[in-house]
């Protein structure tokens, strides 16, 4: 079976809601296998037809079987553990636990001491982890994408706070959905300009995850992604930049004086090939390149 055609097949499994909810539950398990009546069990389901739906992901190599005397257990095939991880949610997908939201506020308040109070970081940890879930747009990771994104607004709110914080240029970059353009620019300026700029990404309606064909565009020209993920624009970011570069959001961006706006009229690379999209992010390059002139940073 060709490549393609056995990803087909895996999506095709995976979009049953029972055997995507058979997956869940084996990776969910604390020993990384399930048995037929387990699963029958916690499922409500008679044993052969959980047996006929493990059949079907065994036969696709999604699952393996082990019989132990009686029993057979079945766990993940090792080589599809990532993949099918990147397309079911995790079962804390939606909601974070308020333990997991104190923490999170613990371990910022520490690294925010003498700067804000407990209670301040409290509220923007909330508000953060409310922006993220919100139309389920960062369901995937979401524990440390509350943690980062809250992060990034406290130092934001800070920078924009103190004069004393501003020693290096801050430029934000906004597209809508915050998956494509501004992530490219981004990527391009950290890898140009390191340490001498600091850089930040936003969106008006983010999506869920950067566009795929935007990091492939990128790694051809040996430009690293890195962790990067779509956020909310807010308000503290903008206050926080030095230039603010939007990239087709019309009017989204508040303006505050003091801070330098650009719009760069730049195609959307969404649904793109990516021979179109190499030609975005080459122009996006000479953007940049031309911006770190005009804040007089040198460049790779």
Aim: hydrophobic share 45%; aromatic share 4%; net charge neutral.
């Amino acid at each position: 079976m060709g490549h393609e055609a056995r990803v087909f097949g895996e999506l095709k499994l995976l979009a049953d809601p029972t055997r995507a909810r058979i997956l869940g539950l084996i990776m969910e398990s604390p020993v990384g296998r399930r048995s037929v009546g387990e699963l029958a069990l916690q499922l409500g389901l008679r044993q052969p037809t959980v047996s006929h739906h493990l059949k079907a992901l065994v036969d696709e190599g999604l699952l393996t079987r082990t019989p132990e005397g009686r029993l057979a257990w079945y766990s993940m095939h090792p080589d599809h553990v990532d993949r099918v991880a990147e397309v079911l949610d995790p079962p804390s997908a939606t909601v974070l636990a308020d333990a997991v939201l104190e923490r999170i506020s613990t371990d910022l308040a520490s690294r925010f001491a003498g700067v804000f109070g407990l209670e301040t970081v409290q509220r923007y940890v909330r508000e953060s982890h409310a922006l993220l879930t919100e139309g389920l747009r960062g369901a995937r990771h979401l524990p440390s994408r509350t943690s980062r994104f809250a992060a990034e607004r406290l130092s934001a709110l800070a920078r924009s706070e103190s004069t004393s914080l501003r020693n290096v240029p801050e430029v934000l970059f906004v597209c809508v959905q915050n998956a494509g353009r501004s992530q490219i620019a981004a990527a391009i300026l950290r890898h140009l300009a390191g340490d001498a700029v600091r850089v930040r990404t936003a969106g008006s309606a983010p999506a869920g995850a950067v566009r795929s064909v935007v990091v492939t565009a990128l790694d051809e020209i040996g430009v690293s992604i890195g962790a990067e993920f779509p956020k909310p624009l807010t308000d503290e970011v903008v206050r926080a930049a030095d230039v603010v570069v939007t990239m087709g959001c019309g009017d989204a961006c508040p303006i505050y004086p003091g801070t330098r706006y650009l719009d760069w009229n730049i195609e959307d690379p969404v649904g793109l090939p990516i021979g179109r999209v190499r030609g975005i992010r080459d122009d996006i390059e000479s953007r940049v390149r031309e911006l770190l002139v005009a804040l007089a940073v040198s460049s790779a």
